[in-house]
């Protein structure tokens, strides 16, 4: 049934469509279960950057003392609403504003939701009390939407010890083995991100075709150039999951020569705004990546960009920022 509990949440978190959830998914847990928080819908948050502290409520035994459980952090993880579900296509709600549409157009990357798995602490003090989250300043977080930072998560802490959830699973039909889930494995791999600078206006004039000209170097250990030893298949290029993309037809192709990349964006349409572009390069073979010692540079630059209109006249446009997340 636990099992069942935490796929459910999973949708549940969908549908608030890239809010801070104010209680926790249980609410009521025993100290040293695994809870579930929906803090918004951020962009660069990972473990190293997340602070989470729980506040008992006064009369909490055996103490009221707050405790830091930022080194229980198990996962922090985006998921984003099935393309096929009303919850992705919905232009009602809300007057509009409460739509993956509506956040796609704030936050210029798709409308993913945030999440961070938490394995509590044996020690938490029985009662009621809340989470509070402090996010550094390397996460961007969106305009006009609720700042995890500015919200309390309430929760109730149980007696008598819990412990920490397995999502354990099986694989195969034939046999009883079963698998315990990984969650890290759902945090984002280290990447390069092409998108909108976060301080221009999200207007932008439309485009049929982009080309964007990247220097995007990659180090071994020893912080020796390595691009022409990484071949092509080890590398991915993803455009981010937007709904502008789909009703524009929006399509992503690239070449590479060492570490020269050419990310060539394409809408028959006409109509793709210019600064919702957000693409990401990954190494995505991790396991020669990390065999071999290899990550990208610290330093990747964008060497020229092009826009051009349907009839294939260039035209002008702004130029993304490029950075390691």
């Given at each position: 049934?636990?099992?069942?509990?935490?796929?459910?949440?999973?949708?549940?978190?969908?549908?608030?469509?890239?809010?801070?959830?104010?209680?926790?998914?249980?609410?009521?847990?025993?100290?040293?279960?695994?809870?579930?928080?929906?803090?918004?819908?951020?962009?660069?948050?990972?473990?190293?950057?997340?602070?989470?502290?729980?506040?008992?409520?006064?009369?909490?035994?055996?103490?009221?003392?707050?405790?830091?459980?930022?080194?229980?952090?198990?996962?922090?993880?985006?998921?984003?609403?099935?393309?096929?579900?009303?919850?992705?296509?919905?232009?009602?709600?809300?007057?509009?504003?409460?739509?993956?549409?509506?956040?796609?157009?704030?936050?210029?990357?798709?409308?993913?939701?945030?999440?961070?798995?938490?394995?509590?602490?044996?020690?938490?003090?029985?009662?009621?009390?809340?989470?509070?989250?402090?996010?550094?300043?390397?996460?961007?977080?969106?305009?006009?939407?609720?700042?995890?930072?500015?919200?309390?998560?309430?929760?109730?802490?149980?007696?008598?010890?819990?412990?920490?959830?397995?999502?354990?699973?099986?694989?195969?039909?034939?046999?009883?083995?079963?698998?315990?889930?990984?969650?890290?494995?759902?945090?984002?791999?280290?990447?390069v991100v092409v998108r909108k600078k976060p301080a221009v206006s999200t207007d932008g004039p439309a485009f049929a075709a982009a080309e964007f000209n990247l220097e995007v170097p990659i180090y071994d250990l020893g912080f020796n150039d390595v691009s022409d030893l990484v071949p092509d298949s080890d590398i991915a290029i993803?455009?981010?999951?937007?709904?502008?993309?789909?009703?524009?037809?929006?399509?992503?192709?690239?070449?590479?020569?060492?570490?020269?990349?050419?990310?060539?964006?394409?809408?028959?349409?006409?109509?793709?705004?210019?600064k919702s572009i957000r693409f990401s390069i990954l190494l995505a073979n991790y396991v020669d990546a990390e065999a071999n010692g290899w990550s990208f540079a610290d330093t990747p630059s964008v060497a020229s960009v092009k826009y051009f209109d349907v009839t294939g006249v260039e035209i002008s446009g702004p130029t993304p920022?490029?950075?390691?997340?």
């Amino acid at each position: 049934m636990r099992k069942l509990q935490h796929c459910f949440i999973l949708i549940l978190f969908v549908l608030l469509t890239s809010c801070v959830a104010t209680q926790p998914f249980p609410y009521a847990v025993r100290a040293g279960d695994t809870v579930t928080l929906a803090i918004g819908s951020l962009d660069g948050a990972n473990k190293d950057n997340i602070t989470i502290t729980y506040y008992p409520d006064p009369g909490s035994l055996p103490n009221e003392i707050p405790v830091d459980v930022t080194s229980n952090i198990r996962s922090v993880f985006n998921i984003n609403a099935d393309k096929k579900s009303k919850t992705y296509w919905d232009t009602t709600s809300g007057n509009g504003q409460n739509t993956m549409a509506y956040v796609e157009g704030i936050t210029m990357h798709g409308a993913w939701q945030t999440v961070v798995a938490v394995d509590l602490p044996v020690t938490l003090p029985v009662g009621t009390g809340h989470f509070e989250i402090v996010l550094d300043g390397s996460i961007i977080i969106p305009p006009f939407l609720a700042s995890a930072s500015d919200v309390n998560i309430e929760a109730q802490i149980l007696e008598a010890g819990g412990s920490a959830h397995e999502f354990e699973y099986r694989q195969k039909n034939f046999n009883n083995d079963t698998v315990i889930g990984d969650l890290t494995t759902l945090g984002q791999l280290r990447q390069v991100v092409v998108r909108k600078k976060p301080a221009v206006s999200t207007d932008g004039p439309a485009f049929a075709a982009a080309e964007f000209n990247l220097e995007v170097p990659i180090y071994d250990l020893g912080f020796n150039d390595v691009s022409d030893l990484v071949p092509d298949s080890d590398i991915a290029i993803v455009l981010d999951d937007q709904i502008t993309y789909d009703k524009n037809q929006t399509s992503l192709n690239w070449s590479r020569s060492g570490s020269a990349v050419k990310v060539i964006i394409m809408s028959p349409t006409g109509n793709q705004n210019s600064k919702s572009i957000r693409f990401s390069i990954l190494l995505a073979n991790y396991v020669d990546a990390e065999a071999n010692g290899w990550s990208f540079a610290d330093t990747p630059s964008v060497a020229s960009v092009k826009y051009f209109d349907v009839t294939g006249v260039e035209i002008s446009g702004p130029t993304p920022q490029i950075l390691i997340q």
